[in-house]
Nanobody, 123 residues
């Protein structure tokens, strides 16, 4: 069992930056590939970014490429999502998730989820 806790969300203005953190407990994070997803009311959870267990490969949805960076520190059991040049359309609840196998972009393939952290970007 892995427990995930996100933090770092908040209210910012367009163009600002935020760094989200996801701390894992229960098992070592190095066993899992990790992802960040986001969700707004009335919409399905959307893939944002993913990173392999080693950190050697990263993946992003097109809308955040060149603005967001996913990284991880397995020694500290933590995953980050650095979000730069934020836009109002980035407003959502952001979730981190862990998976062992499966598709990096498919929420159904992730086994463990955090409770989410709200990010609000004002124009």
């Amino acid at each position: 069992q892995v427990q995930l806790v996100e933090s770092g969300g908040g209210l910012v203005q367009a163009g600002d930056s935020l760094r989200l953190s996801c701390v894992a407990s229960g098992r070592t994070l190095s066993n899992y590939a990790m992802g960040w997803f986001r969700q707004t009311p009335g919409r399905e959870r959307e893939f944002v970014a993913a990173i392999t267990w080693s950190g050697g490969s990263t993946y992003y949805v097109d809308s955040v490429k060149d603005r967001f960076i996913i990284s991880r520190n397995n020694a500290e059991n933590i995953v980050y999502l650095q979000m730069n040049s934020l836009k109002p359309e980035d407003t959502a609840v952001y979730y981190c998730a862990a998976r062992i196998t499966g598709r990096y972009y498919a929420s159904n393939d992730y086994r463990y989820w955090g409770q989410g952290t709200q990010v609000t970007v004002s124009s």
